[in-house]
């Protein structure tokens, strides 16, 4: 059987990368004494697939994880078995790291990694460096509105190649203000992009992208990045959250 | 715990592992600061992941957080990269619990652990802007402590310290922390009345109140106390009901893989082998073992309380634990409930320790590791090693027969008395191994060729060990030796099976004049720092030619401190420190070894009146009693 959990990441431990968030898992759940399935051989490993790594530094409100269970668990009632689940996990947790959903996944669906197709994202500028943010904005709208492409040159590990970005920029809006921790006024600007492991567009390329086109030196403009969620494309190609819709 | 980190999001973002900086932890300590009377900075002065990977750190932590008015908090040596920059925007070296700076605290303890960190001990007072001498040091600066393995010769790094703590630390701390928070409250505090107060606690020196006269020669003439109450020796402190210390079963649980990634049970300090080269194993003594139900306690606890996915039994040999079969069959069986991984270092080669690791390591993957130190029987005999050519085969046959093909053997070059001979029997010994082998495993059995990998150190001679008088070669003939014995590997039958490396000369050089030193080197430890020396242990920080250098601006002469034979009348610098075994137990250990009289037997098997019976505790007491 396989929970797919959802979790939040905030705080001093967003400077924790992929890899170490994988181990500190690893570690919560043995002592949480989840019933989770472990690899065969001598140097047996829980089978979890993490959706999508996180950058070092950026805060996430929507990150999820696969756990296999072991084959002998059962139970009669889904919610509070998985609620016990998020309970044992969240109450050996408390260091930035919490368990917000769990659901069962059924039988033949992809893994959470092989799932994702876009992520939503909040970003804002650092030190309120933008001076108006509403004639600011109007022109990031314009960009995102007209027909002309974004052509950025995307950098794998193996080459470099001219993309399009305007295809993977599946929502973007902007002008929402918050307070910040110091009560200053913040202005942030809420995107989802193409995500997952054909097209996998980060929010910093795109704005500099934008930044390159307004004749801004990106250096100068720190951008600041949280990641809200992960989605998934349903049967129907609908972009769904990936954890609301696993039921058929 | 609050989300207010020491270091900017921007710096965090530009320096290499950022969590080396944040602290928040799980099971680190916190406590409110307006609850607590005394806070204490314990510091490893070397990277993150090696300083979290100490087990004495985590014991001291355990104790002092244990006492509700002290607060102990860690911190380690920033990276080069955050260094530059601590250095460059001006900010203070830091805590990581309450991410607050080290000049806030009451106390900053540092332990040292090996020699080639002393120029980071001058990066953490610099970077938290404490004087680097104790002599300069404001009524408003921490107490500046050291404690750990090199503090058996403190005197090369006694002027950066105020006071220096002898032995195992769980059993001073009270007094020097109660004596604080008296003379706090009754208004007679000062740092020299504290000094002088702390002086006349068991195991504690306070190097500045000792007058040390040299001779003509550069030997020491005399190391006396400036005043009436204060000790001229300093006892080694020991704690004899091992079983009931403190023992972090809590652990804090790193964010990043460190050294030691994995949880640690110490099963006994100390060791019942008299190595005549090994500092351990003299100054840890008497050895006393924790008992199994404590281990078995403790075990489960630490498991329980971190969920690491595996557990590493901590002592200096092993095999020596007298339940460790008893002990070993319950770890096992809890360990593959938990799908938890068994680390079995210093464990004896033999039919019981290999048929326990065919359980919990994979055979093909592993390999058998020996540390005969020594190639030749002669020399074996020399440095007490008690392991013969027959251990080493029987144990090598029987690995081969279940299945290992890969063999590490460890070995020190430049030992007293060592010949070229004693050099050339190493790939001798180890082609002996290989031809074994090929004789007790049929071709068709075998996985491809057998592997026997050489591994030479040069040894150093250590304070308080029957080799504290021995002579040390130039870099120049310690190389001469390693290539000896890779030409004599080359001309071996089975050459094609032996590999072999060894470890730089320089720092050995280093270490050698460090381990040895006296008063004088904290000069040269300074002029060094002061240009560009640190993270000396990190090969790609090391420079011998700035050492060098440094030597040469304060006088210092590495012959003198390292290359040359010591007589047993000369009045070596950490003379003044009691460690239990006596000066005059090293001598005849020494003469023993020089004059080849054999070997001297373990404590188990029969008391050689080292004098650490006077601890009243350990294995002095078992069985037979005191001899």
């Avoid at chain 2, 008296?182 to 208004?187: C, I, L, P, S």
């Amino acid at each position: 059987m396989r929970v797919r959990l959802k979790f939040s990441k905030h705080g001093p431990i967003r400077f924790i990368g992929h890899l170490d968030t994988l181990r500190y898992f690893q570690k919560a759940i043995a002592r949480a004494k989840v019933p989770v399935k472990y690899s065969e051989g001598f140097h047996p490993h829980q089978l979890l697939s993490f959706a999508m790594p996180l950058s070092v530094g950026v805060e996430s409100d929507g990150e999820y994880l696969d756990m296999e269970l072991l084959s002998s668990v059962s139970f009669d009632d889904e919610k509070r078995f998985l609620d016990g689940i998020i309970k044992d996990l969240n109450d050996t947790m408390d260091e930035g790291i919490k368990i917000l959903s769990a659901k069962v996944v059924p039988e033949g669906k992809k893994n959470a990694m092989a799932s994702v197709s876009a992520a939503s994202y909040q970003v804002w500028y650092k030190n309120h460096k933008v001076e108006d943010p509403d004639e600011f904005s109007e022109k990031i709208m314009e960009i995102i509105n007209s027909n002309e492409p974004i052509i950025v040159t995307k950098k794998t590990k193996k080459s470099e190649k001219e993309i399009d970005l305007k295809p993977h920029i599946l929502t973007f809006s902007c002008g929402v203000s918050t307070f910040d921790e110091t009560m200053e006024l913040r202005f942030d600007y809420f995107m989802m992009l193409s995500a997952g492991s054909e097209n996998n567009i980060k929010p910093q390329l795109l704005m500099d992208a934008i930044h390159k086109r307004l004749g801004m030196d990106p250096e100068e403009y720190p951008i600041v990045i949280r990641r809200n969620d992960l989605f998934m494309t349903d049967d129907e190609g609908a972009i769904v959250p990936l954890i609301n819709d696993l039921s058929e | 715990m609050g989300n207010k980190l020491a270091l900017s999001d921007d710096i965090l973002m530009r320096v290499e592992k950022p969590a080396r900086y944040i602290g928040n932890e799980r099971n680190a300590t916190i406590k409110d600061l307006s609850s607590v009377k005394i806070r204490f900075a314990m510091c490893f002065p070397d990277v993150y992941e090696i300083g979290m990977s100490n087990i004495g750190i985590q014991i001291l932590y355990e104790m002092m957080n244990r006492r509700p008015d002290v607060y102990c908090e860690r911190v380690y040596s920033p990276w080069p990269d955050l260094d530059k920059i601590m250095r460059d925007e001006n900010i203070p070296l830091f805590s990581l619990e309450t991410q607050s700076p080290i000049k806030d605290f009451d106390f900053l303890g540092i332990t040292l652990q090996y020699e080639m960190c002393y120029s980071n001990i001058l990066q953490i007072l610099d970077l938290s802007g404490i004087a680097l001498r104790s002599s300069d040091r404001n009524e408003d600066d921490p107490i500046v402590m050291a404690g750990g393995a090199c503090t058996y010769n403190p005197e090369p790094v006694a002027a950066f310290f105020d006071l220096i703590y002898i032995g195992e630390g769980e059993t001073s701390f009270d007094p020097l922390f109660d004596i604080y928070n008296k003379m706090k409250e009754d208004g007679t505090y000062s740092r020299v009345a504290y000094l002088r107060e702390a002086s006349k606690v068991p195991g504690i020196y306070v190097p500045s109140l000792y007058d040390v006269t040299y001779n003509e020669d550069g030997t020491v003439k005399s190391f006396e106390p400036k005043y009436e109450d204060v000790p001229k020796t300093i006892r080694k402190q020991v704690i004899t009901d091992l079983s009931n210390g403190p023992y972090p079963t809590k652990p804090i649980i790193p964010y990043i893989q460190v050294t030691q990634d994995r949880a640690v049970l110490e099963i006994q300090r100390g060791c019942i082998r008299g190595c005549r080269f090994c500092q351990a194993g003299m100054t840890y003594r008497p050895n006393r073992e924790k008992d199994i139900e404590t281990l078995k306690k403790q075990a489960i606890e630490i498991l329980d309380n971190t969920g690491f996915d595996e557990i590493s039994l901590s002592s200096l040999s092993s095999s020596d634990y007298e339940k460790l079969p008893e002990f070993l069959d319950f770890l096992i069986e809890e360990c593959e409930k938990r799908h938890v991984n068994i680390s079995l270092p210093s464990l004896r080669i033999d039919a019981f320790s290999l048929s326990v690791m065919s359980k919990v390591q994979d055979v093909k993957k592993s390999s058998i590791t020996f540390a005969p130190e020594a190639g030749s029987q002669r020399l074996r005999d020399v440095i007490n090693k008690g392991l013969t050519v027959e251990d080493i085969m029987n144990g090598s046959r029987q690995a081969f027969l279940g299945g290992w093909n890969k063999v590490k053997f460890y070995f020190m070059l430049g030992l007293p008395t060592e010949t070229d001979e004693d050099v050339k029997a190493i790939p001798e010994l180890s082609d002996s191994v290989a031809m074994l082998y090929y004789d007790t495993i049929p071709k068709e059995e075998r996985h491809g060729r057998c592997n026997i990998n050489i591994s030479t150190s040069f040894f150093v001679p250590k304070p308080f060990t029957p080799f504290q008088w021995a002579g040390m070669f130039p870099p120049e003939e310690y190389l001469r030796k390693a290539h000896l014995l890779k030409d004599t590997m080359r001309a071996q039958l089975n050459q094609k099976s032996l590999s072999y490396q060894y470890h730089e000369a320089d720092v050995t050089i280093l270490e050698g004049v460090f381990a040895r030193g006296d008063r004088k080197l904290s000069d040269a430890i300074e002029y060094a720092y002061k240009h560009g020396a640190l993270f000396d242990a990190w090969s790609e920080f090391f420079s011998y030619e700035r050492w060098l250098d440094a030597f040469e601006k304060c006088n210092i002469s590495i012959p003198f401190y390292a290359y040359r034979e010591r007589t047993v009348e000369e009045k070596l610098p950490w003379d003044f420190i009691d460690i239990g075994v006596s000066r005059r137990f090293l001598e005849n250990e020494w003469k023993k070894a020089t004059e080849e009289r054999g070997i001297t037997n373990n404590c188990r098997d029969k008391c050689s009146g080292c004098g650490c019976a006077t601890y009243g505790g350990g294995v002095c007491f078992k069985e037979r009693g005191v001899d």
